[in-house]
């Protein structure tokens, strides 16, 4: 399946953050998933790590990021690189919603601050 089509809508509701499945194990991609992210003004982040790399492109507006302990900023075409066994965090640093890009590699999973393991919903 050379082409998935965008769905019309996000798949994915978490409070201030929305998620759109694009290319996943369920829509037909083998290796690697790839979602759109919205966050609000105002979202508060959610830190975790990951078992993988994970990349974030930002497609508009401007992100608060914590990798490690440490703070920065990302704005419009940025990447933001999080690498695997780091806690981070994300949150929107501006007065519109920050839209992001996210690939992931199929099988990684988050671990959260309590230790819990999961696949988040939107790469499956």
């Given at each position: 399946m050379p082409v998935i089509q965008a769905p019309s809508s996000p798949t994915h509701d978490i409070g201030d953050a929305r998620f759109t499945s694009l290319a996943t194990p369920s829509r037909g991609s083998i290796e690697t998933a790839a979602w759109l992210v919205e966050i609000d003004p105002?979202?508060?982040?959610?830190?975790?790590?990951?078992t993988r790399e994970e990349i974030f492109i930002v497609l508009s507006g401007a992100a608060s990021v914590r990798i490690d302990g440490v703070d920065t900023a990302a704005t419009t075409h940025d990447a933001i690189v999080i690498p695997a066994g780091v806690e981070f965090e994300l949150s929107n640093r501006g007065q519109q919603p920050v839209r992001l890009l996210c690939c992931f590699p199929v099988g990684g999973e988050a671990r959260l601050p309590d230790g819990t393991m999961l696949t988040p919903p939107w790469a499956q």
């Open positions: 105002g979202a508060p982040a959610a830190p975790h790590s990951l």
